[in-house]
Structure formats: C-alpha cells, structure tokens
DNA sequence: AAGGTACACAACCGCTCTTGA
DNA sequence: TTCAAGAGCGGTTGTGTACCT
C-alpha cells in the first residue's frame, strides 16, 4: 500500500486559500462535480493538490456546511458520542448535519477537553481523572485527621499510612493492568454473568504476579468481606473473575459514564459497605468500535432527557453532579 | 502604542483503508 | 493475489486575531 505523493510535487502552492482559488473550485464542482479530485486543481486551473483542494472543499465551501458556534444541543451530543465513539470524528460529525470532523476535532480540542478537564473529568475515558489518586494521601490525611490524632498514635498513623500507600500503588497497577488487555476484558471481569471456563486469551496472560499483588491487596483491607478464599496463583480460573468482581474492584461502585446501573451523588452512612455488598455494575464494552447503532443510542439518550439514568453521563445537568472527594472520604476503602 | 501571549481554526501531514486493474 | 492510486481519517502545525501587560 503505496503512499500518494500528493503535495509534495513542488511548485504547488500551500497555505491559506484565496477567494479567488475558492471560487474557481466552487465554480468548478458545481458545473463539473468533483470527479477525480487529483485530475481536478489541472481541470480547474488551480494550482493546487488534489488533496487541497478535497480539504477545501469538504472542510469549508461545501454548501450544505453550518458555521457559527455549537449550541447547548451539539455540544452534549459531542460529549455524549465522544464517550461512546472515542475520537472518531467523522463518526461523531455524521450524527451533526452541516459540521465537518474537522470542525468538531477542532471544537473538541479547543473548548470541551479543557471543559471536562476542568471538571475533574478525563477527557479520553470520560471518567473522573486518576491523576487525583496523586493527592489521594492528602485528601485522607486532611479529612480524617482529627480523628486519627484522638484514637491513634502517631506510629500507629505513620504504618497505616505506609500499608495504604502500598495499597495504592498496587491498585493503580492493577487497573493499568487490566486497561492494558481492553475493555472486553474489562467487561468480563466486571461482569460476572460472563465468567465462564474459555476466558479469552488475553485474560489467561494476567500472571501470577497479579494476583498476588491482589491477594496482598485483601489483606490491607481487613475490613471487607476478607473471607473469601484467596485465588490461586497462575493463570485467571472463571472463579477467580468472579472472586475478582465481587470482591476487588474497590472502584466498582463508583459512577462510570458507560454505566446501566444508577448511582448516588453522594454516599450514605447505609453506603459505607457498598464495596463489599453492592453488586458490580454491569459494563457494556463499547470499546473503540464506531458502532453507529451506539452513537444513536448516545443520541436518542440526549433528546429522550433520560439524563441519569441512561447509559452515558450528562455534561449539563447539575442534577448528575458528583462530589468526588466525598466518594473517596465516605468509602471503607479510604477509612483507616 | 507596542510587544508578548493565548487562543481558535484552517490547513497540512502522514498513516490506513478501499478499490480496481 | 498483488499492487498502486484514490480517498478518508486523526493528529499536528501555522497563522491570524484578540487580549493582556
């Protein structure tokens, strides 16, 4: 699969285009039809690249493109296919008559990534920002302070504070872990009903290694349901996802944007034990697939107003608002 | 008013996929 | 089946403009 040699041919002029060029290419399509957009800049007198002009054409003087700014309605629809198809722009621009990929890429770029950044949001997975497990110590130490220094003494705080740094550091290996092998294998295991005797290939790869780092993981934790036999070494049985989803994922009940289940705003005292009695949502896999059947569904979720309870987050409902430094304080995860 | 900086967006680059000979 | 051209796509860059000091 040989590259074009499109622009390279020298003598072509680059650069911005001229309301002249704009012109002769306009003129030109419309009497003519684009054709063969390499035989075309020669057809029309442009002396362009067949590329260039294509770009022109698609990205800025079709006729049937809307300029101006995205309302409230495209925005969302964006942010809610965005979470869906990932950065498939063209995909995303087919369910926004009028706006090119390149349009909406650009949008995205300039005006909602920085949006959800500054919402706390990671604007890759649509989930709350992992760089906030960074100053998770702090949060703790600050939130649970007064208690610590009325019932423990400081050796005490200091060993609890180097097991629960561990923990952390084991857990965010694990979720690099199991990110690494996809989101069917994160579905599989978040999903017990799919625990079976064929797990795919990918899965059996998680070693040993892992699930000792999870064995250990559990033994910090000697306030959840530590009962539960430890899983053996070696490659992931079915039973060892369902012991994995029942009993490891310390983030599972967190809200996920992709997420059928309901979820909270903020925990109850009733919620403290959520990680070890809630039953784990059940992940569909979107992945990166452009399926458009699921962009629809990300649409028809927006103009249903079914805002919460569907299958993706809303970005402009406050009612969908989370406190997460909450979540992270009010978990038995985070107690001491 | 001038220079510097940040931002928005059009355009380009280079890779991949599709198609047809 | 192979190969090359055409086309599509996502990431990046360059340039104009608005804003700030």
Redesign the pocket.
Known sequence: ????????ESGL?????TTEEDEILVRYIKKHG??????LPKLAGLN?????C???W???LRPDIK?G?FSTEEESTILNLHAVLG?????I?SHLPGRT???I???W???LK?KLISMGVDPMTHRPRTDIFSSLPQLMVLARLKELMDHHSLEEHAMRLQLQAEAMAKLQYLQRLFETLGPTTSSLIMDPSTSNNSLPNGLADIDHQALKLLSSFSQLDQTSSCNAPAPNSGSLSATDIDYLSNNYFPFSHFPDLQNDGDFQTSPTEDDSNSMVQAPVPQLTAFGQT?DSQLANAAVASKTNGDSCNNSLISYDEPSCSISWPDIFLNDPMFQF
């Open positions: 699969m040989g590259r074009s040699p499109c622009c390279d002029k680059k650069g911005p285009w684009h054709g063969s957009w390499r035989a362009r690249c067949g590329k260039s294509r770009l022109r698609t990205n800025y300029r700014k950065n498939k722009w063209s995909a621009a990929d390149n349009e890429k650009n949008y770029n300039t005006h920085k452009g």
